[in-house]
């Protein structure tokens, strides 16, 4: 018997699938990048992780990125547009100190 694995995508996962695919046209990568982004999302809600993204002109980044409350909760007013709604990924830079984002299919790896 094969090894299977179940994936479970949320609404939000599965809009952020449609957007990639639409972007990238591949489905084998869309579902990487899905769930890598997921990961990273999940990890960044309670700690600092490093990562690597593409810049729009074509320069691979490293961040140290964050979400979690405890961390950003003075840099947050809670008036902003979430990033979800503009099919991008945000995040608390700690080595800037400012909020940033990026293209989910544009993430290269999470380094730690």
């Known amino acids: 018997m094969e090894n299977m694995a179940i994936v479970s ?5 599965v809009r952020m699938a449609r957007v990639i695919a639409s972007r990238i046209g591949d489905s084998f990568l869309t579902g990487v990048l899905v769930a890598q ?9 309670t700690s600092v992780v490093c990562f690597e993204f593409c810049k ?6 490293r961040r140290w990125g ?11 007013t809670g008036t902003g547009i979430s990033g ?12 800037k100190g400012a909020w940033r984002s990026f293209q989910p299919q544009s993430l290269v790896r999470i380094v730690d």
């Open 66 to 76: 964050t979400t979690s409350n405890t961390l950003v909760k003075a840099t947050t």
């Open 9 to 13: 995508m949320t609404s939000k996962d």
């Open 37 to 45: 982004v997921a990961e990273l999302k999940k990890r960044m809600m």
């Open 84 to 95: 979800d709604d503009r099919n991008v990924v945000c995040f608390f830079d700690v080595m």
């Open 56 to 61: 729009k002109n074509g320069e691979v980044t």
